[in-house]
């Protein structure tokens, strides 16, 4: 079923064009790349000021509520090109372990965020200006990191299987 | 004589160690595009503050001391990542039309960089509060010259990949 999905995917007009041109790839992944660096950076930021390492005269809040839509923006033009990417040739990506297990930290990365936002972030205004920040906080923000320097170093492995 | 020299690097034991071990490449370049992620994005806030288009809380000297430590720092990651990367693969960078376009956007890049901060540094060591108002499209220039060859450069790092 799902494999009929994905052969579905790679006959689809722009995956063709995109495995049939010898620019397209390269020009969508330059973007993909960029995209990646922009939503990477940005989280980096929070996460380094959650972690109480960088930023400390930020409010955590006011900190988030700056660079969450440049996250978001990125995210989606990093999403949209990557998906491209992947239709190219789907069933092969598919089938790599470095492709899953970067999907699957992608996934614990939202989920985690998700938590974040769901209960500490709640109280932000009580603690984002004070120092240090709270253990849980901590966490989230050293989960975020790892997680996303997993996604990053699974997505370049991708290109070597 | 650019043969000579890859030839001679692709012998040397440690490129012949590098090229042997399969996940060195991989991981080296996933510190190198890390290491991109913190220029590109510290890069893309101060020149967007440069532009007039974001951080306008901030002014530009309090942007400039904290993005310019990490601006650097991800700048000597990335030339030992990279070095180790072109060591271990001489032959796919060096003479690589992408690498050397690569390189020249880098040392404009650079440039423009120092050439700012000293601009900026002259203007605070001469009593303005933050970069003089006369220097308003300055900034901008350097902001746009900046972010289009930052852009640039990751953009050509990664047709390395595809090019000769």
């Given at each position: 079923m799902f494999d009929r999905f994905l052969q579905w995917l790679e006959s689809t007009p722009p995956a063709i064009a995109i495995s049939e041109s010898s620019w397209l790839f390269p020009g969508i992944e330059s973007v993909h790349v960029l995209a990646i660096a922009l939503v990477v950076g940005s989280i980096t930021m929070v996460d380094l000021r959650l972690l109480d390492i960088n930023l400390r005269e930020r409010p955590v809040g006011e900190l988030i509520a700056e660079v969450l839509p440049w996250t978001w923006t990125s995210f989606a033009v990093a999403l949209l090109s990557g998906a491209l990417l992947f239709s190219s040739n789907a069933t092969k990506y598919w089938g790599t372990v470095p492709f899953r297990a970067k999907m699957l930290l992608l996934t614990l990365a939202g989920l985690n965020m998700l938590a974040y936002h769901a209960t500490i972030h709640r109280s932000v205004d009580l603690w984002g200006s004070r120092a240090p920040t709270p253990r849980a906080a901590k966490i989230s923000g050293g989960l975020s990191l790892g997680l996303w320097i997993g996604v990053v170093t699974l997505g370049r492995w991708i290109g070597f299987v | 004589m650019l043969d000579d020299f890859i030839h001679w690097l692709g012998a040397t034991p440690v490129s012949q160690l590098i090229q042997k071990v399969f996940w060195i490449i991989p991981t080296v370049q996933a510190v190198h595009i890390l290491a991109i992620s913190v220029v590109l994005s510290s890069m893309a806030m101060f020149d967007l503050r440069l532009l007039g288009?974001?951080?306008?809380?901030?002014s530009i000297a309090s942007l400039s001391r904290r993005f310019m430590p990490w601006l650097w720092g991800a700048l000597i990651v990335l030339a030992a990542s990279g070095s180790i990367l072109i060591v271990g693969e001489p032959k796919r960078a060096l003479g690589n039309l992408s690498f050397l376009l690569k390189m020249c956007m880098l040392a404009a890049a650079i440039i423009v960089t120092l050439g700012f901060q000293a601009v900026l540094k002259r203007d605070l060591e001469g009593g303005s509060a933050d970069l003089a108002p006369a220097h308003g499209i300055l900034a901008k220039i350097t902001g746009l010259l900046s972010l289009t060859l930052w852009v640039g450069i990751a953009v050509a790092g990664r047709l390395i990949a595809y090019t000769g």
């Open positions: - | 288009l974001a951080g306008k809380r901030s």
